[in-house]
């Protein structure tokens, strides 16, 4: 039975969410119901091919994700797939209409990761782009259910949330990117180089993207509101965190933000969007 093989593909990115990002699947948690499911199997394809290239290293990466890539557009084009995170993807994709456009630019940030080491101010918003404000938008195809006028309305600000999270993952990471996978991603930055000047330089920009993103977020449809804040909240939090620490720390240890305090922020936030006080 299709039905149960779908039921079994959607459990499978849900499995694969939670696994690999507590934070995320506690923010889908408080979706509404109807929109779950469909994040789940954003994530769970986005979670995948992010750890052909930064995990499987002793394996062919290139190999894999071009096999991957072939996958997705086929199963796309089935509306089926044997793999259970694909068949998930898809589902999403042909119910709500995603643009192809964002698929292949995801697809090719995760190729840039492949190759590219360090990044131009061009590459790096190319990367941005296709890393993590194509994904935002995915997820703002089945907030909206169709209605293309509030998709448009709300994209340039889904785009900023995206971007922002990614910056501050590239900040918390900007040791273990750099030692572990020889990257670096903002453009023109030397290790050696990092220093209080430049670290407020970037949390200034990723202010701006954070400010327009809260904007976004207001305007979403009731039944995805709480769930997006939940998330901002985290990255807030996680971004105040950041900042308050000097520029050698980021390159020591990895900031993080412990499971209780999730817990608390996560409640808080469930308040204040009750109390329409975002």
Known sequence: MKLLFDKISTKTSKLVTRQYSTSFSLGIRFLNKNFQDSIYGVYGFVRLAD???DSFHQYDKKTLLEEFKKDTYLSI????????????????????????????????????????????EEGYKEYILGSAEVVGLMCLRVFTEGNNTLYQELKPYAMALGSAFQKINF????????????????????????????????????????D??????????????????????????????????????????RIRIPNP??????????????????
Request: net charge positive.
């Open 51 to 53: 750890e052909i290239v």
């Open 77 to 120: 084009e089935r509306g089926i797939s044997l793999n259970p995170v694909l068949n998930s993807f898809q589902e999403v994709v042909n119910t709500f209409k995603i643009d192809h456009e964002l698929i292949a630019a995801f697809l090719k940030s995760m190729e840039m990761d492949l190759e590219k080491k360090e990044y131009t």
């Open 171 to 210: 900040l918390r990471d900007l040791n273990a990117d750099y030692v572990g996978m020889g990257r670096m991603y903002f453009p023109n930055l030397n290790m050696s180089e990092l220093n209080e000047k430049v670290k407020e330089e970037i949390e200034i920009d990723i202010e701006v993207d954070f």
């Open 212 to 253: 327009k993103g809260l904007q976004g977020i207001k305007k979403l449809p009731k039944k995805a509101r709480l769930g997006v804040y939940v998330a901002y909240i985290y990255y807030r939090t996680l971004f105040n965190k950041i900042k308050k620490v000097n520029s050698q720390k980021i390159l020591e240890e």
């Open 261 to 278: 305090q999730k817990v608390m922020l996560f409640a808080g936030s469930y308040v204040r969007n009750r109390l329409n006080m975002l």
